[in-house]
């Protein structure tokens, strides 16, 4: 007999769901619910958003009588196989695909993985688990439903590296041979459905193996073909890896840092960093597009690389150059424009953070900093903490290490405290400085606040008088000039 599905094991909001899907459905046998949902249930796995996977032999009919009922819009998704997701918000959605002749257990065969190919029935909650998706859950393995499931769809070549750094699964042998074989049909895959798998991945809080391991099995090339140039490339004596290496260890450095940040006490305000990086940027947390940057951080060296006379190595413009070059290709991976903007600034501005933790750094030096990465300066701070960490070479002792990350750690309080000061009371409004500046609307009126802003954090100026008099002494020395 069957066992039935505890449903303790989903989150409240996914109970509620799937009481709703079963009170619309669930008289009809065969409805099932399969894939993700169910395997990280068992896993006991939090879920960044809610998506139900259901199987049914009229998935037209169903979807539509589903959206009759909980609202949404239906996207068709594959017209051949029958595939519609209904939409109820950007982070809930139901997909229902058409059953296959045969009936589950001949669909749960063309699944990809067996982990995935555990299903429940909506009747009576019954577990339906014909390829020992469960034991393979319990022992670890990532196992194969066929063998030539990836011939079907190369997308499960990556979905291979994502739901093993996701669940802390080994692959099978016949997992790591079905990708040689079928990686090279990620050029044909839809780079819409490519960006997601690829996000699922970097949002798993420990990747940076299984990242490795996609270069290492010629996967990642495919998809950024510029890691190629990043092998090999000698850095002088201040590093103790090439480019490529040192970029695998960065992004290590950096899934260590964010999570020891909870346990750094000297860092204030843990709880608003955090928070930071779990805000989300095109529906994917911060952290996972940071971790994204914390990879190509270096991708211009290749490019700007020059040998003095003298030997010394430089790398000259390296955070621009890797800036458009990176910024091109995520466009070509339909990353969103905010996504894209996003990465972009931490790759123009990973090395100020070396600069400003020199001596003789003023005040007023860092708080330009702050306006500069337009609210992004901790994850900034962030990648050059990672970046410093896995720099070792023999001119680069442990001790220059420990000074960056003393004085980063006091940048990030001071970010932090500047970004949570509630008593810092506004002083001007743009309608204010359009009219004492006789300007109209435009770029300069927020910029003109900002540096207001800077000089009243700096405790320059502290009333409105102060801020009217500075104002137009600023807008006489810029039109002079």
Not at 301 to 314: A, I, L, M, Q, S
């Amino acid at each position: 007999m069957s066992p039935l599905f505890d449903l303790i094991c989903l989150s409240r909001r996914e109970r509620d769901l799937l009481h709703r899907i079963r009170v619309i459905l669930g008289t009809k046998e065969d409805r099932f619910l399969v894939g993700g949902i169910i395997r990280d249930a068992f896993l006991r796995r939090r879920r960044e958003k809610i998506d139900f996977d259901l199987v049914s032999p009229c998935s037209k009919e169903d979807v539509s009588l589903l959206q009759s009922q909980l609202g949404g819009k239906i996207v068709l998704l594959d017209e051949r196989l029958g595939i519609y997701r209904l939409v109820l918000t950007p982070y809930v959605y139901i997909d229902v695909a058409k059953l296959r002749e045969g009936g589950i257990e001949e669909d749960l065969r063309h699944r990809d993985f067996t982990v995935n190919a555990v299903t429940i029935r909506l009747s009576d909650l019954k577990i339906v688990d014909p390829l020992k998706g469960l034991r393979d859950l319990k022992i670890g393995k990532l196992r194969l439903c066929g063998p030539d499931v990836m011939l079907e769809d190369a997308l499960r070549v990556l979905r291979a590296f994502s739901i093993s750094a996701q669940c802390g699964l080994a692959w099978t042998r016949e997992v790591g041979r079905a990708i040689g074989k079928c990686k090279g049909g990620l050029e044909e895959i839809a780079k819409e459905r490519v960006n997601q798998e690829l996000l699922r991945l970097f949002s798993s809080y420990r990747c940076a193996d299984w990242v490795k391991r996609m270069f290492k099995s010629g996967v990642f090339p495919i998809l950024v073909p510029e890691m190629k140039d990043m092998e090999g490339i000698w850095q002088g004596p201040y590093h103790h890896l090439d480019v490529l290496e040192h970029s695998f260890l960065a992004l290590q450095r950096l899934e260590d840092l964010l999570s020891r940040i909870p346990k750094i006490t000297r860092i204030t305000h843990r709880d608003f960093l955090l928070s930071y990086l779990n805000e989300r940027i095109g529906n994917w947390p911060r952290r996972a597009l940071l971790k994204w940057a914390a990879l190509f951080h270096d991708i211009g060296k290749p490019f700007v690389k020059e040998v003095r006379e003298d030997g010394r190595v430089t790398f000259y413009r390296h955070d621009l150059v890797g800036a458009k070059i990176l910024s091109s290709r995520m466009q070509k991976l339909k990353f969103s424009r905010r996504q894209v903007d996003f990465v972009k600034t931490l790759l123009q501005l990973h090395m100020r953070p070396g600069d400003l933790t020199r001596e003789g750094t003023t005040l007023r030096a860092v708080y330009r900093f702050f306006r500069q990465s337009e609210g992004e300066d901790l994850a900034v701070m962030l990648l050059s903490w990672a970046d410093a960490w896995a720099t070792r070479g023999r001119l680069n002792p442990w001790r220059n290490f420990y000074s960056h990350r003393k004085r980063l750690i006091e940048m990030i309080n001071l970010s932090v405290e500047e970004k949570t000061k509630a008593d810092l009371p506004r002083l001007l409004s743009g309608h204010d400085v359009m009219k004492i500046l006789s300007i109209p609307p435009g770029p300069v009126v927020g910029k003109a606040l900002d540096i207001v802003r800077e000089k009243q954090f700096l405790g320059e100026i502290q009333s409105r008088e102060e801020a009217e008099n500075w104002l137009k002494k600023w807008w006489r020395r810029r039109r002079n000039t």
